[in-house]
T-cell receptor
Framework: AQKVTQAQTEISVVEKEDVTLDCVYETRDTTYYLFWYKQPPSGELVFLIR??????QNEISGRYSWNFQKSTSSFNFTITASQVVDSAVYFC???????????FGEGTQLTVNP | DAEITQSPRHKITETGRQVTLACHQT?????MFWYRQDLGHGLRLIHY???????NKGEVSDGYSVSRSNTEDLPLTLESAASSQTSVYFC?????????????FGEGSRLTVL
């Protein structure tokens, strides 16, 4: 069985602070995909990143960066110099390559205060 | 532009009534999914389909059914709505090839069962 855990239910920071959202996963598969989605207050789910299990290189996209560590089964997401517009619920998800179903974590509510 | 749409976006119903939430995608994706989102649980898979006439149960399928008579549509039916089914429902489809594809979500349908 697969499981994704986002232990941080809520995080509150002040604008311009860096913030890291944790994601820990469990799977018996050797090949899998990890995702992050953003859900702003408007409610839609926005795809942020997909990473396969063979690629442990960290990725940076603007103020966003992702740290994938297979040894600790973690796929953490860091926002540098946070902005109020980053306020949202962020979901981490795991997908087996044998199928197409995603298993989501519980989500982390990030609030960035001015 | 191709898209995935859900209707209705908001619905209030009474316990015991039958409710159907529509999901329509114009990408011709084979794989479609229904999730429900609840606080503290993230998104949980209700049902999914890998093609016409194919339907499968997810982790929280009790009280729900789906049918797939064509590629574009995957309606979700609550045969006898219960208050525990008050939730936000998201439909999604995945770009092929499914193992590496990206999941696209509809805008969500907020259902209240009184």
């Amino acid at each position: 069985a697969q499981k994704v855990t986002q232990a941080q239910t809520e995080i509150s920071v002040v604008e311009k602070e860096d913030v890291t959202l944790d994601c820990v996963y469990e799977t018996r598969d050797t090949t899998y995909y990890l995702f992050w989605y953003k859900q702003p207050p408007s409610g839609e789910l926005v795809f942020l990143i997909r990473r396969n299990s063979f690629d442990e290189q960290n990725e940076i996209s603007g103020r966003y960066s992702w740290n994938f560590q297979k040894s600790t089964s973690s796929f953490n997401f860091t926002i540098t110099a946070s902005q109020v517009v980053d306020s949202a619920v962020y979901f981490c998800a795991l997908k087996q390559t044998s199928g197409s179903r995603l298993t989501f974590g519980e989500g982390t509510q990030l609030t960035v205060n001015p | 532009d191709a898209e995935i749409t859900q209707s209705p976006r908001h619905k209030i119903t009474e316990t015991g009534r039958q409710v159907t939430l529509a999901c329509h995608q114009t990408w011709n994706h084979n794989n479609m999914f229904w999730y429900r989102q609840d606080l503290g649980h993230g998104l949980r898979l209700i049902h999914y389909s890998y093609g016409v006439h194919d339907t499968n149960k997810g982790e929280v399928s009790d009280g729900y059914s789906v049918s797939r008579s064509n590629t574009e549509d995957l309606p979700l039916t609550l045969e006898s709505a219960a208050s525990s089914q008050t939730s936000v429902y998201f439909c999604a489809s995945i770009t092929p090839p499914a193992p590496t594809g990206e999941l696209f979500f509809g805008e969500g349908s907020r259902l209240t069962v009184l």
